[in-house]
């Protein structure tokens, strides 16, 4: 079946340091992948996507990249700020289909000023 | 744009108990919807999908049930609450395709 591992955390950085957190899949197919982030006591929100092998999906200064050779998807940010603080959910999602997607254990990262 | 809406935000009832969460999206139609559970310190976990009125998916057997009456009504049930359904509850939808599924602000359930 499909998975999703990711570091669990907690990741404590300072502010304006290089962030990276792991994800690597297992999946038959070419599964669309996703990160998510959620804020203490919030649902979560959609951060960034790619759907085919080798596309870059970006946003609010965070990329990552779909690697199917590795089968990994590793969040990255050049400059991370306080307001980072959050827990970050990888995904992916089966081809073609309505089913749900499925999630890693999620990353708790913890920014410090 | 869509916005999607569940209520309560909170809810603390005794174990035995009847349990109804309400989920409904605005601004489009005919969405797969989707319900999860986010346990303490865990990943989420899919519980249901529907991808249209009266069509019902379930992923884990439980005690547990949902109901979908309106294209953009998703409704979770349980007959009697146990313990170890406490839990932060996350609905869901999307359209089909490669696109992302969007969450609402969840139900966070705590059973006495």
């Known amino acids: 079946g499909n998975s999703v591992t990711q570091m669990e955390g907690p990741v404590t950085l300072s502010e304006e340091a290089f962030l990276t957190i792991n994800c690597t899949y297992t999946?038959?197919?070419?599964?669309?992948l996703f990160w998510y982030v959620q804020y203490p006591g919030e649902g979560l929100q959609l951060l960034l996507k790619a759907t085919k092998a080798d596309d870059k999906g970006s946003n609010k200064g965070f990329e990552a990249t779909y690697r199917k050779e590795t089968t990994s998807f590793h969040l990255e940010k050049g400059s991370v700020q306080v307001s980072d603080s959050a827990v970050y959910f990888c995904?992916?999602?089966?081809?073609?289909?309505?089913?749900?997607?499925?999630f890693g254990k999620g990353t708790h990262l913890i920014i410090q000023p | 744009s869509q916005t999607i809406h569940q209520w309560p935000a909170t809810l603390v009832q005794p174990v035995g108990s009847p349990l109804s969460l309400e989920c409904t999206v605005e601004?489009?139609?005919?969405?797969?919807l989707y319900w999860y559970r986010q346990a303490a310190g865990r990943g989420l976990q899919l519980l249901f999908y529907s991808v249209g009125i009266g069509q019902i998916s379930s992923e884990v057997p439980q005690n547990l049930s949902a109901s979908r009456p309106q294209d953009r009504q998703f409704i979770l049930s349980s007959k009697k609450l146990l313990l170890s359904d406490s839990g932060f509850y996350l609905c869901a939808w999307s359209t089909t395709g490669t696109g992302g599924q969007y969450f609402g602000p969840g139900t966070r359930l705590t059973v006495t």
């Open positions: 999946a038959t197919g070419y599964p669309s």
């Open positions: 995904a992916l999602k089966r081809l073609g289909g309505a089913d749900g997607l499925t």
């Open positions: 601004g489009t139609s005919n969405p797969n």
